[in-house]
Protein backbone atom coordinates (compact mmCIF):
# COMPACT_ATOMS: atom_id res chain seq x y z
CA UNK A 1 0.00 0.00 0.00
CA UNK A 2 1.08 3.61 -0.44
CA UNK A 3 3.25 4.95 2.02
CA UNK A 4 3.40 8.28 4.27
CA UNK A 5 4.08 10.82 1.83
CA UNK A 6 5.39 14.62 2.60
CA UNK A 7 5.24 18.03 1.06
CA UNK A 8 6.58 19.25 -0.17
CA UNK A 9 9.84 18.14 -1.07
CA UNK A 10 11.83 20.88 -1.06
CA UNK A 11 11.22 23.83 -0.09
CA UNK A 12 13.11 27.47 -0.07
CA UNK A 13 12.23 30.36 1.92
CA UNK A 14 13.67 33.54 3.36
CA UNK A 15 14.64 34.07 6.87
CA UNK A 16 11.15 35.86 8.66
CA UNK A 17 8.80 33.96 6.00
CA UNK A 18 6.51 31.38 7.42
CA UNK A 19 6.55 27.49 6.36
CA UNK A 20 4.20 24.68 6.18
CA UNK A 21 4.97 21.35 5.78
CA UNK A 22 2.34 18.59 5.33
CA UNK A 23 2.21 14.91 5.65
CA UNK A 24 0.13 11.72 5.19
CA UNK A 25 0.88 9.19 7.16
CA UNK A 26 0.02 5.11 6.06
CA UNK A 27 -3.58 4.46 6.22
CA UNK A 28 -4.81 3.30 9.77
CA UNK A 29 -1.87 4.33 11.70
CA UNK A 30 -3.14 6.42 14.38
CA UNK A 31 0.08 7.72 16.04
CA UNK A 32 2.16 10.44 13.72
CA UNK A 33 5.64 12.03 14.27
CA UNK A 34 7.57 14.59 13.46
CA UNK A 35 11.37 14.51 13.45
CA UNK A 36 14.22 17.30 11.50
CA UNK A 37 17.43 15.74 10.89
CA UNK A 38 20.43 18.43 10.62
CA UNK A 39 23.32 18.05 7.74
CA UNK A 40 25.01 14.91 9.04
CA UNK A 41 23.50 14.94 12.40
CA UNK A 42 21.34 12.15 14.25
CA UNK A 43 17.31 12.51 14.13
CA UNK A 44 15.65 14.95 16.38
CA UNK A 45 12.51 14.37 17.93
CA UNK A 46 9.94 16.75 17.50
CA UNK A 47 6.11 16.13 18.15
CA UNK A 48 4.12 13.15 18.40
CA UNK A 49 0.36 12.81 18.02
CA UNK A 50 -2.00 10.22 18.74
CA UNK A 51 -5.33 10.65 16.98
CA UNK A 52 -5.77 14.46 16.94
CA UNK A 53 -3.98 15.13 20.24
CA UNK A 54 -0.68 16.14 21.04
CA UNK A 55 0.95 13.79 24.34
CA UNK A 56 4.02 14.71 24.01
CA UNK A 57 5.27 18.14 22.27
CA UNK A 58 8.50 18.22 24.22
CA UNK A 59 10.68 18.11 21.39
CA UNK A 60 9.07 21.70 19.62
CA UNK A 61 12.55 23.83 19.59
CA UNK A 62 10.72 26.83 20.43
CA UNK A 63 7.62 28.51 20.50
CA UNK A 64 7.88 29.32 16.67
CA UNK A 65 6.95 25.57 15.93
CA UNK A 66 3.64 24.50 16.24
CA UNK A 67 1.72 21.50 14.19
CA UNK A 68 -1.98 20.27 14.24
CA UNK A 69 -3.64 17.19 13.14
CA UNK A 70 -7.02 16.83 11.96
CA UNK A 71 -9.12 14.08 11.65
CA UNK A 72 -6.97 11.72 12.51
CA UNK A 73 -4.92 11.81 9.37
CA UNK A 74 -2.84 14.50 7.90
CA UNK A 75 -0.38 16.76 9.88
CA UNK A 76 0.88 19.91 8.96
CA UNK A 77 3.46 21.25 10.31
CA UNK A 78 3.88 24.99 10.83
CA UNK A 79 7.17 27.29 11.27
CA UNK A 80 7.15 30.81 11.94
CA UNK A 81 8.86 33.90 11.33
CA UNK A 82 11.83 31.04 10.01
CA UNK A 83 15.55 31.86 11.00
CA UNK A 84 18.59 29.92 8.87
CA UNK A 85 18.84 27.42 11.97
CA UNK A 86 15.55 25.92 10.60
CA UNK A 87 17.03 24.29 7.67
CA UNK A 88 16.73 20.66 8.00
CA UNK A 89 15.06 18.07 6.67
CA UNK A 90 11.76 17.33 8.08
CA UNK A 91 10.93 14.25 8.87
CA UNK A 92 7.39 13.08 9.22
CA UNK A 93 6.56 9.36 10.52
CA UNK A 94 3.55 6.70 11.32
CA UNK A 95 2.52 3.65 13.50
CA UNK A 96 0.38 1.18 14.09
CA UNK A 97 -2.55 1.28 15.96
CA UNK A 98 -1.95 -0.04 19.49
CA UNK A 99 -3.82 -2.99 18.86
CA UNK A 100 -1.55 -4.51 16.09
CA UNK A 101 0.81 -5.66 18.65
CA UNK A 102 3.75 -3.60 16.90
CA UNK A 103 2.75 0.28 17.91
CA UNK A 104 6.23 1.15 18.12
CA UNK A 105 7.47 0.42 14.59
CA UNK A 106 7.87 3.45 12.75
CA UNK A 107 7.55 4.06 9.17
CA UNK A 108 9.02 7.30 7.50
CA UNK A 109 8.00 9.51 4.52
CA UNK A 110 10.75 10.49 2.19
CA UNK A 111 10.82 14.06 4.17
CA UNK A 112 10.42 17.84 2.74
CA UNK A 113 14.41 19.75 2.73
CA UNK A 114 13.79 22.91 3.98
CA UNK A 115 16.18 25.71 3.03
CA UNK A 116 16.10 29.23 5.19
CA UNK A 117 18.20 32.31 3.10
CA UNK B 1 25.92 8.98 29.22
CA UNK B 2 24.06 9.73 26.15
CA UNK B 3 20.24 7.88 25.66
CA UNK B 4 21.69 5.67 22.63
CA UNK B 5 24.97 4.99 21.86
CA UNK B 6 26.61 3.98 18.05
CA UNK B 7 30.08 4.14 17.03
CA UNK B 8 29.70 6.19 13.84
CA UNK B 9 31.96 4.55 12.04
CA UNK B 10 32.67 4.03 9.26
CA UNK B 11 33.03 0.65 9.33
CA UNK B 12 34.10 -1.09 6.47
CA UNK B 13 34.03 -4.53 5.09
CA UNK B 14 34.55 -6.34 2.04
CA UNK B 15 32.09 -7.69 0.12
CA UNK B 16 30.69 -11.33 1.14
CA UNK B 17 32.32 -10.55 4.58
CA UNK B 18 29.80 -10.43 7.84
CA UNK B 19 29.04 -7.01 9.11
CA UNK B 20 28.50 -6.27 13.05
CA UNK B 21 26.83 -3.36 13.88
CA UNK B 22 26.45 -2.32 17.91
CA UNK B 23 24.41 -0.10 19.79
CA UNK B 24 24.20 0.35 23.48
CA UNK B 25 21.61 1.68 25.75
CA UNK B 26 21.63 3.51 28.89
CA UNK B 27 17.53 3.34 29.94
CA UNK B 28 17.41 -0.72 31.76
CA UNK B 29 13.31 -0.22 31.27
CA UNK B 30 13.54 0.38 27.69
CA UNK B 31 11.06 -2.61 25.37
CA UNK B 32 11.44 -2.33 22.09
CA UNK B 33 14.66 -1.93 19.99
CA UNK B 34 14.47 -1.08 16.13
CA UNK B 35 17.11 -0.96 13.27
CA UNK B 36 16.87 1.57 10.28
CA UNK B 37 18.34 1.78 7.46
CA UNK B 38 19.49 5.30 6.03
CA UNK B 39 20.82 5.49 2.39
CA UNK B 40 22.36 9.32 1.68
CA UNK B 41 19.96 11.79 1.40
CA UNK B 42 17.00 9.39 1.87
CA UNK B 43 15.13 9.07 4.90
CA UNK B 44 15.32 5.93 7.39
CA UNK B 45 13.74 2.70 6.39
CA UNK B 46 13.08 -0.08 9.19
CA UNK B 47 14.56 -3.22 8.51
CA UNK B 48 14.15 -4.94 11.70
CA UNK B 49 12.42 -4.88 14.97
CA UNK B 50 13.68 -7.45 18.17
CA UNK B 51 11.42 -7.13 21.76
CA UNK B 52 12.59 -9.93 23.30
CA UNK B 53 16.35 -11.28 24.41
CA UNK B 54 18.17 -13.58 21.43
CA UNK B 55 18.57 -13.27 17.96
CA UNK B 56 15.71 -12.73 15.49
CA UNK B 57 17.00 -13.50 11.78
CA UNK B 58 15.18 -11.91 8.70
CA UNK B 59 17.46 -13.05 5.44
CA UNK B 60 21.17 -11.81 5.85
CA UNK B 61 19.89 -9.69 8.60
CA UNK B 62 19.93 -11.19 12.65
CA UNK B 63 19.35 -8.18 15.53
CA UNK B 64 20.85 -9.56 18.77
CA UNK B 65 19.09 -8.29 22.39
CA UNK B 66 20.95 -8.52 25.63
CA UNK B 67 18.92 -6.64 27.89
CA UNK B 68 21.01 -7.62 31.08
CA UNK B 69 24.02 -5.89 29.13
CA UNK B 70 21.52 -3.42 27.62
CA UNK B 71 23.24 -4.20 24.37
CA UNK B 72 21.81 -4.58 21.04
CA UNK B 73 23.62 -5.64 17.37
CA UNK B 74 22.77 -5.89 13.95
CA UNK B 75 24.72 -8.84 11.91
CA UNK B 76 24.63 -8.34 7.98
CA UNK B 77 25.70 -11.74 6.75
CA UNK B 78 27.25 -11.92 2.96
CA UNK B 79 27.88 -7.84 2.99
CA UNK B 80 26.77 -5.88 -0.54
CA UNK B 81 27.76 -3.14 -1.93
CA UNK B 82 24.27 -1.78 -1.83
CA UNK B 83 24.37 -2.47 2.01
CA UNK B 84 26.53 0.95 2.31
CA UNK B 85 24.59 2.80 4.36
CA UNK B 86 24.02 4.38 7.69
CA UNK B 87 22.36 2.15 9.92
CA UNK B 88 20.18 3.88 13.01
CA UNK B 89 19.67 2.17 16.43
CA UNK B 90 16.52 3.15 17.97
CA UNK B 91 14.76 2.32 21.28
CA UNK B 92 11.71 2.68 22.97
CA UNK B 93 11.47 3.21 26.26
CA UNK B 94 8.03 1.51 27.12
CA UNK B 95 5.43 -0.01 26.01
CA UNK B 96 2.62 1.17 23.55
CA UNK B 97 2.64 4.37 21.84
CA UNK B 98 5.64 6.69 22.66
CA UNK B 99 8.62 8.11 20.77
CA UNK B 100 11.61 6.25 19.98
CA UNK B 101 14.94 7.52 20.68
CA UNK B 102 17.39 7.07 17.97
CA UNK B 103 21.35 6.71 17.66
CA UNK B 104 23.43 8.69 15.88
CA UNK B 105 24.30 5.91 13.27
CA UNK B 106 26.94 3.55 12.43
CA UNK B 107 28.03 4.32 8.17
CA UNK B 108 28.72 1.10 7.09
CA UNK B 109 30.85 0.73 3.92
CA UNK B 110 31.28 -2.21 2.09
CA UNK B 111 33.83 -2.73 -0.15
CA UNK B 112 33.57 -4.64 -3.97
Known amino acids: GAGVSQSPSNKVTEKGKDVELRCDPISGHTALYWYRQSLGQGLEFLIY????????KSGLPSDRFSAERTGGSVSTLTIQRTQQEDSAVYLC???????????????FGPGTRLTVT | QKEVEQNSGPLSVPEGAIASLNCTYS??????FFWYRQYSGKSPELIMSIYSNGDKEDGRFTAQLNKASQYVSLLIRDSQPSDSATYLC????????????FGKGTMLLVSP
Open chain 1, 93 to 107: ASSFPLTSGRPNEQY
Open chain 2, 27 to 32: DRGSQS
Open chain 1, 49 to 56: FQGNSAPD
Open chain 2, 90 to 101: AVNKRSGYSTLT
